[in-house]
């Protein structure tokens, strides 16, 4: 056990922000090598390469069986949020957190170490098990990234996943999102001398702004007993305060298990712009223009309670004392992309408390409750 958390404060010293997880990827390869992993079963996929950005693509280690079975896939991502930077791990009792003012990062080196924790006693202990795939994925903090770019062929067709991150016990659903850019365009003209030839792109864009507000359509959204949730922030705009502002860009997300709801909302979005656009005129008469798009970051899923990677980890939930009842979340998980892509994926807690805040820590029962938790996934198919 004291190995384990040896393992995990190791990787909680490595920085690891979203498109730099080169180091840890690494430090976990290396520490395989060492235990006797052979090389050529290891492979970083192109990932950061399709995503465009990134030091590092997703790490991904095949193992053959050496009992007969159906292949079973670990998975966890590599990256920490920027509240992580710097990050100093220390044990303070029950737990571990992070010295300084910032987040500790156990979102998700604390899953990171519990399957490399699992596939390094594997090869140590020459133990049984069936063919292995185990993932740690880049960039899941920026919209499950790595995930959605993986390269399938690398992971040999596993019958179904295991994924530990977050904290709650057992995750068999998550909402599904878009990503949505909007540009706003009007015309510039001096704000002193000519204010009246001017189109004000941020005054059509707040007008927009407070009917999506006021119908409802803009934070949560809740249409028919159908829940979502929509969010704008501004990208950028003109600037020069003497200048009426002839360009505003927003980015914003749509959040809903319902692709429909998701396309309602997005239309809803598109009319307002539209609307507003429509009546904000200068004194030629003149009025703005809109651009607008949506791209799918990732498609909700729920997993039905009678597939077996359910009901083994209620099974092994129970044995352990863990709350085995199944949990839908509104945020996304690589799960998504792993459900999208035909492997019914399960996620399951990883110890860790308060991810994203300075008050992160993970509690050391709780991750090795999870450790225990993945070597009894292997017991149960020998
Ligand atoms: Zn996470």
New binding site residues.
Partial sequence: MKKYLDNLIEFLKVENMSGEEKDLVSTIVDKLIQTGLDKKHITIDDANEKIGFGNSGNLIITIPGNIRGYRLLFSA?LDSVKTCKNAIPIIKKDYIESQGNTGLGG??KA?CAIIFNLLQEIIKNNLPHPPLTFVWMVQ??LGVNGSRHINSDCLKDPKMGFNF??SCDLVTGATGGDEITIKVYGKSSHAGINPEKGINALVTTSTAIANLKQEGWLGLVKKNGVRGSSNLIIANSSKGINVIPDQVTLKGEIRSYSSELRTTIYKKFEQAFLNAIKNEKNTENEIGSLLINSINKYESFILDDSLEVVRLSQKIAHQLSIDDSLVSVNHC?DANWLNEKGIPTITIR?GNEF?HTTKERINIKKFLNSCEFAHRIIATFL
């Fill in positions: 991502h979102d998700n899953g899941e903090e991150d977050g998980v990883n991810p």
